[in-house]
C-alpha cells in the first residue's frame, strides 16, 4: 500500500495559478500510472491528467494547454501547474497511483484539496 498526500490547493482568482503537489511514501513511479482527478459539488470525480511510467501525458481536453503534469522520481512526488484557472475549476482535485496487474486497476488515492476558483 501506498500513501499519497496532496498540497498546494488553496484560493485563487480567475486566470491565476496553483500548483499542486502528490508525495507518495514509496517511490512507485516504475509500476503506477499517476493521476490527478478532481470532483466539483454534486459531479462525478472526473479525470484531469496521467503521466505514465515513461513518462507520457494524457489531459482531459477541458484543461489541455492550462494544465501540466510533471514528476519528480528523485522525490517521489507528482505535481499539476494550473494556469489560466477557471470558475469551473474549482473542485476537489485528488491523486491517484494506479498499477495494472493481470488486466486489473489497482487504486490508491489522496485525501485530495481542494481549489477554489474565484473572481
Known sequence: QVQLVESGGGLVQIGGSLRLSCAASKNIFSTHIMGWYRQAAGKQRELVATISTIGRTNY??????????????????????????????????????RQWLAGAAYDNWGQGTQVTVSS
Open 60 to 97: 482531459a481536453d477541458s484543461v489541455k494547454g492550462r494544465f501540466t503534469i510533471s514528476k519528480d522520481n528523485a522525490k517521489t512526488t507528482v505535481y499539476l501547474q494550473m494556469n489560466s484557472l477557471k470558475p469551473e475549476d474549482t473542485a476537489i482535485y485528488y491523486c491517484n497511483a
